[in-house]
């Protein structure tokens, strides 16, 4: 089985709009457990909504609101995940329907998946409701251009199939990073670097556990004009200077000491 796990935090309008994303998905053997990290009730009044919709196993783990623990709750979240391979997301992310076959497809031994997303400005994310989601109409390009996303080449992640595709992944700059809102890897690697470093607030948290992965010898692949999310706009108050730094530090200390297993992460009977 796959698990998809989708953190969140106070996004209830989007989380809804995720969710919906996933019930469109091609591939149909998986379950998502969302990793709530503190979020009020609102939350779980939108997955209680969405579990009729849901054909998949739809689980909500959460725990108490102490600042910025995302590190926390997806490593209690790969503890509670019955797949063998794990595919991470967040609660602002809507996938296209390909999403989840994508990563499968693409999923090879010794490799963790770095798939792309497309921002949206604020008043397009506004214009997406349920219908665009479920009509996939959110995902086509000139009706996102039409509505408000800026003209560019990133774009071309929205109509990149077969050859095109192909190219532009392996001509892309941007290197193959564990990103944690489009990423996948098999569950015997991420217990083997010990999952997520729970020291770690927001900055870079996701990069540091795909540094580990690395040293492993578990290689980053490209799939950003492949695996395919729409990112949708919000305010972002859990950002702060000290905590970027704070964890850079940490980075640092890790590579120089040539760290694949944290001291600060899963705790494996």
């Known amino acids: 089985m796959i698990t998809v796990i989708i953190s969140t935090f106070n996004q209830p309008a989007w989380l809804e709009l995720v969710l919906r994303g996933y ?35 739809l689980k909500h783990l ?3 609101n102490q600042g910025f623990r995302k590190c926390t709750i997806l490593n209690k979240t790969i503890l509670e995940s019955r797949g063998d391979y794990l595919i991470f997301s967040d609660g602002d992310l809507i996938p296209r329907k390909d999403f989840v076959q994508v990563h499968v497809a693409k999923s090879r031994a010794g490799r963790f998946l770095s798939g792309g997303t497309v921002r949206l400005p604020a008043d397009l994310s506004a214009k997406i409701g349920a219908e665009e ?8 390009r000139r009706w996102l251009e039409d509505n408000g996303l800026g003209k560019s080449f990133k774009n071309n992640k929205l109509n990149a199939f077969g050859l095109k595709e192909r190219l532009l992944n392996l001509g892309t700059p941007a290197a193959a ?70 964890n850079n530090q940490i980075r640092r200390q890790n590579r120089k000491n040539g760290i694949i297993k944290t001291e600060h992460g899963l705790i494996i009977n």
């Open 133 to 140: 989601v479920r009509s996939g109409i959110c995902f086509n």
């Open 23 to 57: 019930v469109c998905q091609t591939f149909r053997d998986f379950e998502l457990i969302v990793a709530d990290d503190g979020s009020n009730d609102s939350t779980l009044e939108v997955i209680e909504r969405m579990r009729p919709e849901a054909w998949f196993p």
């Open 177 to 246: 990073t564990w990103n944690g809102g489009n990423a996948s890897a098999w569950k015997e690697d991420i217990f083997a670097v010990r999952g997520f470093d729970q020291r770690l607030r927001y900055g870079g948290e996701d990069r540091e556990f795909g540094e580990r992965l690395e040293r492993l010898g578990v290689k980053g692949k490209q799939i950003r004009y492949s695996a395919i999310t729409l990112h949708l706009d919000h305010p972002r108050d859990y950002v702060h200077l000290k905590e970027q730094q704070y």
């Open 62 to 64: 959460y725990h108490e």
